[in-house]
């Protein structure tokens, strides 16, 4: 073989790793990839986790979910889990339901500015999302449940200052809208904001005109 043989036929090899590379990415997306990185057993107990969930077994879910943690710590959607299902438990002690709401309440019930029960639950899944945005810092649902949470505790510059980033991270997706509307709800009945409170739920009706709870909420405030 001459050397512009041997050439060719390098470059033939180099170019073909590079489609077979890149054809692995098409076939395994991303999260398909770092899924594959977890722990089988992690996984497992992951699953359980979200089918407790979803039956509303809430003390099971989140047994389930600690479980996934300790095998592998750094499983970001079981943090998620983990954190959503005690802010679920929080929920339910302050006789706000589950089933109605949407990540920021439901237009169906009376708004509750501070919970006054659950507060255990609220700071573990405080813990939850906190050590969740450390490990993916734009995380944006991850901010907008922070900022939920402040909310639900009463600390409304953290709550407003976590819904920002999330809106940052999110300006017109459903995580950022709902950000939005939970900033209005403090603006209009915790600070009296009305005139900015419609500004932020006008944005989300101009990006989103279904999203239910911002036009529910400028319907509170025309009456």
């Known amino acids: 073989m001459?050397?512009?043989?041997?050439?060719?036929?390098?470059?033939?090899?180099?170019?073909?790793?590079?489609?077979?590379?890149?054809?692995?990415?098409?076939?395994?997306?991303?999260?398909?990839?770092?899924?594959?990185?977890?722990?089988?057993?992690?996984?497992?107990?992951?699953?359980?986790?979200?089918?407790?969930?979803e039956q509303g077994k809430v003390e099971d879910a989140i047994t389930a979910f600690k479980k996934a943690l300790e095998i592998d710590p750094n499983y970001a959607d079981a943090h998620y889990n983990l954190g959503k299902t005690y802010h679920q438990k929080a929920a339910l002690a302050n006789d706000v339901n589950p089933d109605q709401m949407s990540s920021k309440g439901s237009p169906k019930q009376k708004y509750k500015p501070k919970w006054d029960k659950g507060l255990v639950e609220l700071n573990l899944a405080l813990k939850e999302f906190q050590e969740l945005v450390r490990l993916q810092p734009k995380a944006a649902d991850?901010?907008?449940?922070?900022?939920?949470?402040?909310?639900?505790?009463?600390?409304?510059?953290?709550?407003?200052?976590?819904?920002?980033?999330?809106?940052?991270?999110?300006?017109?997706?459903?995580?950022?809208?709902d950000s939005r509307h939970d900033i209005a709800l403090i603006y209009f009945y915790v600070q009296?904001?009305?005139?900015?409170?419609?500004?932020?739920?006008?944005?989300?009706?101009?990006?989103?005109?279904n999203h239910a709870f911002s036009r529910q909420l400028l319907k509170v405030i025309g009456e």
């Open 2 to 53: 001459t050397k512009l043989e041997q050439e060719e036929n390098n470059m033939f090899k180099i170019f073909t790793i590079l489609v077979m590379t890149l054809n692995l990415f098409l076939l395994f997306p991303t999260s398909v990839l770092a899924q594959s990185k977890i722990d089988k057993q992690a996984i497992k107990y992951y699953s359980e986790g979200t089918r407790y969930s």
């Open 142 to 177: 991850a901010f907008s449940m922070l900022g939920l949470i402040y909310h639900n505790k009463g600390e409304y510059d953290e709550a407003i200052k976590f819904n920002n980033r999330a809106i940052e991270l999110d300006p017109t997706g459903l995580d950022g809208q």
């Open 192 to 209: 009296g904001k009305k005139k900015e409170a419609i500004q932020l739920l006008n944005q989300n009706l101009k990006v989103n005109p």
